[in-house]
């Protein structure tokens, strides 16, 4: 398999060691907008960087969420999981349309240790199933990006499709902070990536593909 036909980076990040073809940043995360409507545009955070979002324009940029699990203390104590995930994909569906730099139509539910997930890997499934489904209700192509290792710990063996989501980005650093000359991400979830992050500090990316 070809080492990648894209490349681009994430998050805070400012950097595009092999291509800049394609950039991710950061909505928000929980019930929280990243930055207010206005600031999109000129403010800088550890998850959003302008410059990059306008490197690329937005046809090539994509935004992610950073989904919290049901131990989170804004979840409210009558909601399901289920509700919990679609009260996030709710707020992230309002910056995702507020984000005038955002042109790709997959939003990237953002699956991390800790993030408040519990050791029930079904109701964590239904928060992903909740976000995915409303994501979708809204137009949205909903991805998922996790790291083999996380994705086992917080969702057991439920499969990314199962789940509601259409494609992957997955963190495996493997190669530093330099173009990967193989393609090295294996993916997980029962889903091969099409998106692999393969350095971290900076936030370095490839892509098969730029889709969805």
Known sequence: MAAYNYGGCDSGTYSFVCDPNFYIGQLGYGTTILLASNQWGNTDTTGWNHESAIVVGPPNAYGFWLLWGTAAPTKPSSQTP???????????VTAWTQNNYVGRY?????????????????????????FAAYMTSQLAAPGVYSAPAAWSDIMGGQTVASLGGVQIWSYEPQVGAKCPSSWQAQGFGGMSPNIWQFNQNPDLDVALEING
Not at 82 to 92: E, I, P
Not at 108 to 127: H, K, L, M
Request: hydrophobic share 30%.
């Open 106 to 130: 997959t939003v990237w539910a953002d699956i991390e240790e800790p993030e408040y997930w519990v050791s029930d890997t079904g109701a964590n499934g239904q928060v992903l199933s909740g």
């Open 82 to 92: 289920y509700q919990w995930g679609q009260t996030q994909a709710q707020q992230c």
